[in-house]
């Protein structure tokens, strides 16, 4: 028996994609709180997921580190790979990893445009790798895709961002049909303006644009989302293909 499996013997494994910072900690925080031992994936830096990885511990948490670029299929083969090896086991996809590159399509460039449109293809290729985990295991599973209200929306000067979270809704829907009469659940997560590092990068009129359309005129906190998600991972058992909108009333949906 590995450390990890030691470590997280007795528990359900979920994997959290991009689990170092912002909305991806708070899915941590919120499973490990649920009893999960947590695998949290960075792509370059492994300081933040270090520390994330020690207070969940210093709480009585279990967890482990997993790096690997998602815009490369062989560095998920190897990732999922290893936490079959180290783990044995996934029980939870949380397909939270991403990144937003802005600009106006007359100035944006084709290599930004395909930086962007490689996220989906990752989380795509990850779920393909994790359905097969949960297949060959015999066991039920769910993936919990992190999309975005401006794949519903749209955003101007974000419409690779938005093209692609729209298609993570997509693939969520499309998928839970082609999962029928499997034990798996497939949800999506759709937050709207929520407090993280992403959303500081934005400029501050924008920002203050839409802000204005909250209806609760204020910007969302990463654990607000993530309590959704620890619902979707442990309960909600007639939940299948949704989108659960968390954007305090900025769409409806």
């Known amino acids: 028996m590995t450390d990890i499996e030691k470590t997280c013997a007795d528990k359900p494994v979920a994997l959290v994609t991009g ?19 947590v695998a949290i994936h960075f792509r370059k830096s492994a300081e933040p997921a270090q520390k994330l990885l020690a207070e969940l511990q210093a709480g009585g948490g279990a967890g482990f580190l997993l790096q690997a670029d998602l815009a490369s299929a062989e560095q998920i083969d190897a990732m999922v790979n290893e936490i079959k090896k180290q783990a044995g086991r996934v ?55 992190i999309s975005s209200v401006v794949g519903h929306t749209g955003n101007a000067g ?16 499309s998928l839970a049909k082609e999962l029928a009469g499997k034990n798996i659940l497939i949800n999506s997560v759709a937050p709207g303006f929520i407090d993280t590092d992403m959303t500081e990068a934005l400029p501050e009129d924008i920002r203050g644009q839409i802000l204005s359309a909250v209806p609760l ?24 293909g949704s989108v659960v ?8 949906g």
């Open 19 to 37: 689990g170092a910072g912002g909305i991806g900690a708070a899915c941590c925080r919120a499973l490990c709180d649920k009893g999960f031992c």
């Open 91 to 145: 029980d939870v996809l949380v397909n939270n990893a991403g990144f937003t590159l802005n600009d106006m399509i007359l100035t944006m460039k084709l290599d930004d445009f395909d930086a962007q449109r490689s996220v989906g293809r990752g989380a795509w290729y990850l779920t393909k790798r994790v359905l097969r985990v949960f297949m060959f295991r015999r066991a039920s599973g769910r993936i919990i895709n």
């Open 158 to 173: 974000q419409i690779p961002y938005t093209m692609e979270k729209a298609a993570t809704d997509a693939m969520t829907k």
């Open 217 to 240: 005129g204020r910007m969302g906190r990463p654990e607000e989302v993530a309590e959704v998600v620890g619902f979707l991972a442990t309960g909600a058992s007639y939940i299948q």
């Open 245 to 252: 909108h968390v954007n305090g009333g900025m769409y409806g």
